[in-house]
Nanobody, 124 residues
Framework: QVQLVESGGGLVQAGGSLRLSCAAPGRTFASYSIGWFRQAPGKEREFAASIDWNGYSTYYADSLKGRFTISRDNAKNTVYLQMNSLKPEDTAVYYC?????????????????WGQGTQVTVSS
């Protein structure tokens, strides 16, 4: 069992930045790929970004390329999602998920463990 905890969400103005963190307290997730997903009110969950177990392979939703960057520090048991040039349409609850999948896997159903989510609100 891998428990994931997201942090770093908040309220930011359009054009601003936030860095989300996904940690696994007391447990290493170095062997897992990590994905970030988001769900806006009234919408289905969607894939944002993913990274493989060693950080060599990353994958992004087309709409987020160039603005979002995923990275990981296995020594700190933490994965990050740097979000720049935020837009109101980025407002959502952001979730991280862990799975023994390819780092390019964007299917949330293939990930085994999920965090509780962190709210990101971008004001116009």
């Amino acid at each position: 069992q891998v428990q994931l905890v997201e942090s770093g969400g908040g309220l930011v103005q359009a054009g601003g930045s936030l860095r989300l963190s996904c940690a696994a307290p007391g447990r290493t997730f170095a062997s897992y790929s990590i994905g970030w997903f988001r769900q806006a009110p009234g919408k289905e969950r969607e894939f944002a970004a993913s990274i493989d177990w060693n950080g060599y392979s990353t994958y992004y939703a087309d709409s987020l390329k160039g603005r979002f960057t995923i990275s990981r520090d296995n020594a700190k048991n933490t994965v990050y999602l740097q979000m720049n040039s935020l837009k109101p349409e980025d407002t959502a609850v952001y979730y991280c998920a862990a799975g023994r999948v390819r780092g390019t896997n964007h299917n949330g159903n293939d990930y085994n463990y999920w965090g509780q989510g962190t709210q990101v609100t971008v004001s116009s």
